[in-house]
């Protein structure tokens, strides 16, 4: 397949500069969820969810649903940057969140706790969201070597049907996570605002470890 197009080229949802975040961090707590694929996120963040009453956001799966619905236009540009192991622009996937941020806050009387998993992974998502929507408590880092991701994706590739659980776009997704994301990690790593777990051992493990670092940043689990 050809290169796709600079996301200048692409069509993009409207942006609007804005003096302040659409949310407070007073009402509104964000906790952003980042790993390599395969690392476990989804696993964790369902725990999370059950425990302490977060909202589970994942960026991944707002953008399968928006390539997948009706009248979208957006939809085929966002197949053509997954299948490729590429990023989606960054306007489109800040707006996504926005969107489905409002929609809970408007059910839960103003307030909310957000887990965003899969985001921000590049720099320019990061500065945009906490800019423009909503400054994060902290970064939830997941760290897995490449070889025991590779193996979890393509296990669950034989059951997923999801069109990036193949080895090609498995590879590309290391490659795209190592290059791009990474930076996201150590820019907040620098502003104190990172816990990193490490996601090798088996899940229940790892949930331990998530709940103790949970509970240093002040969340509580549910009684």
């Known amino acids: 397949m050809p290169a796709l197009p600079p996301p200048s080229k692409n069509p993009k949802l409207s942006s609007p500069q804005k003096d302040t975040p659409t949310f407070s961090s007073s009402n509104v707590a964000v906790v952003f969820v980042l790993g390599g694929p395969g690392a476990g996120k989804g696993t964790q963040c369902a725990n999370l969810v059950r425990d ?3 909202k589970h ?20 540009m966002i197949k053509d940057y997954i299948k490729q192991g590429a990023i989606v622009p960054m306007e489109v996937t800040v707006q996504l ?8 806050i408007k059910d839960a009387g103003g307030k909310g ?15 945009k969201f906490e800019q423009a929507v909503c400054p994060s408590k902290f970064t939830l880092f997941f760290d ?18 999801r069109a990036d659980d ?48 949970m509970a240093k940043r002040g969340f509580e689990l549910f009684k």
């Not at 953008?63 to 997948?68: A, I, K, P, T, Y």
């Not at 887990?115 to 921000?120: A, E, K, M, N, W």
């Not at 490449?146 to 049907?161: A, P, T, Y």
């Open 113 to 127: 706790k957000f887990l965003i998993d899969g985001f921000p992974r590049k720099m320019d998502q990061a500065l």
């Open 57 to 76: 956001l994942s960026a991944g799966d707002l953008l399968r649903e928006e390539q997948d619905r009706p009248g979208s236009q957006f939809g085929n």
């Open 97 to 104: 969140l926005e969107n489905a941020m409002t929609e809970h």
């Open 166 to 213: 193949n080895v090609e776009s498995i590879k590309k997704r290391f490659r795209t996570f190592v290059e791009t994301s990474m930076p996201v990690v150590d820019y907040f790593a620098k502003e104190g605002k990172v816990e990193k777990v490490s996601a090798i051992k088996s899940p229940d493990d790892i949930y331990s470890e998530v709940t103790a670092r």
């Open 144 to 161: 897995c070597p490449e070889d025991v991701m590779q193996k979890r994706l393509i296990n669950r590739g034989k059951s997923s049907g």
């Open 52 to 54: 302490y009453g977060f």
